[in-house]
């Protein structure tokens, strides 16, 4: 049975960029990256790449769904390459992903979704690599009401049921739940595959539907529940005494002594 | 719906009906912000056969424990949890809900946000009362900075992370013990079919008083068998950044960070890491840190307060062979 899937995936600043291409502006309350490039959101990568074993297994459609202010098409377009049918955009100036809560992400992509048709499977990255919130998943399944489970490692589908794997903070456990579903993915399942570039070439000509702030009749300002009233940059530098020897062996001895010297052990 | 009111902590419990050690911190935080807030502290907890669990809560400063005490709370269910929670806490809103940032916490409380339209903060690193009003401190873009949140609605509820509040002094009078009759659920759309855990030999990774953890740069197994004899010898227990879990040198539940676990131990051994802040933002307040890393440059030494540059192969066992030395005189 091919199952109509969507992944949702959000555009964040390389999260593996150094501290320094973080610019935090506490004025303005925001983080701007520089010199970094964008990229998915590495657990929305996980969800992609669980959707695309599942349409090897299977059968799938996969529809790409992101949300966002002035998305890069460069990485919708390798997402899609890896292995999608099509992509959702839903774009505007309002919607830049790092300011909104995730209430008002989780009211926007339900609306889009609404939008987009029947679907089977929804699949979410766990968390997103700048807000750090993992609540938008969970959220968009309560307001589609429709079942969710969260944390997978391994995700099947079969007779109109999927089956997870979901992780536990000593192993893991197996859940089912019937579709129509929503399941948030951990980065357990592994990386995205890359795209070869015959499939980047042909991704160019899949479907793309755009939606804007007009076709999802909300009130933004009133569906926020969170405010961010300020944003500091963490002190976590420390002065290390540094221990050196002739050679590494006494080094690593000095250490032993040093710390016992100063009471640490 | 009722005018919010009070604060109530989420108790979770361990195999032994006690408190988790995060819950009496969330016990000891409640306490604090009720007191600065002129309001009270209640606790809700959830499972079967759970009078002992409940009794020994309602010790920990407590004003109200709420007791859910029902055989279908005996495993956790999402569905079943936040129907029935959602259901006593909408005839009794509190002004705040605390919960750790467990297993548990992550995977219900969005759901229960929902369910009493209250607003949610998660992973919480800081919480203070000001103005009447609670702000909440949160780490975002992998750690790289830290979010202050408020709230818009009247009800919030926050998930915390381990050791940000401390456990509340003994109490002298117990606060009142409230049983509350689950209210029937509608059946379940989820269907456990068993699970798969691990048994740990040694101490769990948030309680030890020494971690140490590897990284990239241990490049397989016998490595960390290395490191968990360094760890045995200190009674500690071994961490571990990401990409050692993601190559299956060290088991998942090693792995410290952002998406992993929180430590604070007294002394923490980061080898052949370079300190990236998603594994910065799960060991940064520990005591003292010491680094064994052959890149001078390393970030990690920035954030330590003892380092050796050199190649951990040659500098780890020297260590290990001193301190087992200075451990038997
Ligand atoms: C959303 C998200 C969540 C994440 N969550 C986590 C998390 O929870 N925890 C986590 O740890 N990471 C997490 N990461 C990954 C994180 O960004 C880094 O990639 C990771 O922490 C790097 O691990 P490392 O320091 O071991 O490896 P590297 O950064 O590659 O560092 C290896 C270090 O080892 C040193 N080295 C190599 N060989 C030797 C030797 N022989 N002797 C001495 N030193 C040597 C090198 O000099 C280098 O400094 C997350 C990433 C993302 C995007």
């Not at chain 1, 592994?190 to 007009?214: E, H, M, N, V, W």
Request: glycine content about 10%; some cysteine.
């Amino acid at each position: 049975m091919a199952v109509d899937i969507i992944v949702c995936a959000k555009q964040v600043p390389d999260p593996e960029g150094p501290p320094s291409s973080f610019e935090v502006n506490e004025a303005e309350r925001r983080v701007t990256a520089r010199g970094i490039p964008p990229v998915i959101n590495p657990f929305d990568e996980n969800a992609l790449e669980t959707a695309i074993r599942i349409k090897e297994a299977t059968g799938a459609a996969i529809t790409l769904l992101s949300l966002g202010k002035g998305l890069s098409r460069a990485v919708i377009l390798k997402a899609v390459a890896a292995g999608a049918d099509s992509s959702l955009l839903v774009e505007d100036d309002a919607f830049d992903a790092a300011l909104l809560d995730s209430f008002t992400t989780a009211h926007l992509l339900a609306g889009a979704i609404s939008k987009a048709g029947p679907y089977d499977l929804i699949l979410c990255g766990r968390q997103a690599a700048d807000t750090n919130a993992g609540m938008v998943g969970l959220i968009l399944a309560q307001f589609l009401g429709v079942p969710a489970i969260t944390l997978a490692q391994k995700v099947e589908v079969s007779e109109g049921r999927v089956v997870v794997e979901r992780v536990l903070p000593d192993g893991y456990e197996v859940v089912e739940a019937p579709l129509p579903a929503l399941v948030t993915v951990s980065g357990e399942v592994g990386d995205l595959r890359y795209p070869s570039l015959q499939a980047i070439k042909a991704a160019k000509g899949f479907p793309q539907t755009a939606l804007g702030r007009a076709d999802l009749d909300l009130n933004l300002p009133a569906l926020a529940r969170l405010e961010t009233v300020a944003l500091a940059i963490p002190s976590r530098e420390r002065r290390c005494a540094l221990v050196e020897g002739d050679t590494l062996q006494e080094a690593g001895r000095k250490l032993a002594l040093l710390l016992r010297q100063e009471k640490v052990l | 719906m009722t005018q919010p009111k009070g604060i109530y902590v989420l108790a979770e419990i361990n195999d032994s009906q006690n408190p988790t050690s995060l819950t009496l911190e969330l016990l000891g935080l409640g306490k604090k912000l009720a007191s600065d807030m002129g309001t009270t502290l209640g606790a809700v907890i959830l499972g079967s056969d759970i009078t002992a669990a409940a009794q020994s809560v309602s010790r920990c400063g407590t004003d109200e424990v709420l007791v859910l005490d029902d055989p279908v709370l005996g495993t956790y269910d999402p569905e079943v949890f936040c129907e029935v929670l959602g259901g006593l806490l909408k005839s009794r809103l509190p002004l705040i809900l605390l919960s750790g940032h467990t297993s548990m916490g992550q995977d219900l409380l969005p759901r229960l946000a929902c369910e009493l339209e209250a607003a949610l903060v998660t992973d919480c690193v800081g919480l203070r009362a000001e103005g009447g009003e609670i702000l909440f401190t949160r780490p975002v873009y992998g750690g790289n900075a830290l979010a202050t949140q408020k709230a818009r609605t009247e009800t919030v509820m926050a998930t915390v992370r381990a050791r940000v509040g401390d456990a509340p002094a003994a109490a002298e009078t117990a606060g009142v013990v409230t049983r509350v009759q689950a209210a029937p659920v509608a059946a379940s759309r989820l269907e456990f079919k068993g699970r798969e855990v691990m048994v740990f030999k040694e101490c769990p990774l948030e309680e030890a008083p020494v971690v140490v953890s590897g990284g990239r740069g241990i490049g397989g197994e016998e490595g960390f068998a290395q490191l968990r004899e360094l760890a045995g010898l200190l009674g500690g227990a071994v961490g571990a950044s990401r990409p050692p879990v993601d190559s299956g040198w060290a088991p998942t539940t090693c792995q410290v960070g952002i998406t992993g676990k929180v430590v604070a131990p007294d002394i923490y051994v980061a080898v052949a890491l370079s300190g990236s802040t998603q594994h910065l933002s799960g060991m940064g307040e520990s005591g003292k840190i010491v680094a064994v890393n052959k890149d001078p440059d390393a970030y990690i030494f920035k954030v330590s307060d003892y380092g050796v540059v050199g190649d951990w192969k040659q500098v780890i066992p020297a260590f290990t062979t001193a301190l087992r030395e200075i451990i038997q005189e």
